[in-house]
């Protein structure tokens, strides 16, 4: 199954609904909007707005450069990322708690 696939089969069955078609979606259940890209290449992160959630798909040899790629880019918007290994998949970095300074 293709990795695209993957991503909109996982984000179904945790109950979201999953709009549009190509490799970069957008999953909605209740309040809470996801916008998913899936990753076969990690050379462009998604710009966007604060206060909107990201979950990056990736297969496992993807996962760490994308993660550090996250970190030291520090982008304004919470990320996740589900790694797919075959027919299955791991949350490998969950969002942080809230941000707190002194």
């Given at each position: 199954?293709?990795?695209?696939?993957?991503?909109?089969?996982?984000?179904?069955?945790?109950?979201?609904?999953?709009?549009?078609?190509?490799?970069?979606?957008?999953?909605?259940?209740?309040?809470?909007?996801?916008?998913?890209?899936?990753?076969?290449e990690t050379e462009t992160?998604?710009?966007?707005?604060?206060?909107?959630?990201?979950?990056?798909?990736?297969q496992a040899g993807d996962?760490?450069?994308?993660?550090?790629?996250?970190?030291?880019?520090?982008?304004?918007?919470?990320?996740?990322?589900?790694?797919?290994d075959g027919d299955d998949?791991?949350?490998?970095?969950?969002?942080?708690?809230?941000?707190?300074?002194?």
């Open positions: 199954m293709r990795l695209v696939e993957q991503a909109r089969s996982i984000f179904a069955e945790l109950g979201y609904t999953v709009e549009g078609n190509g490799p970069a979606f957008r999953a909605e259940r209740a309040w809470k909007v996801v916008h998913v890209n899936t990753v076969l992160l998604p710009s966007s707005s604060s206060g909107e959630f990201h979950c990056f798909v990736a996962a760490d450069d994308l993660e550090e790629r996250l970190t030291s880019s520090d982008p304004n918007y919470e990320w996740a990322i589900i790694v797919v998949y791991q949350v490998e970095r969950a969002p942080p708690g809230p941000r707190v300074t002194a």
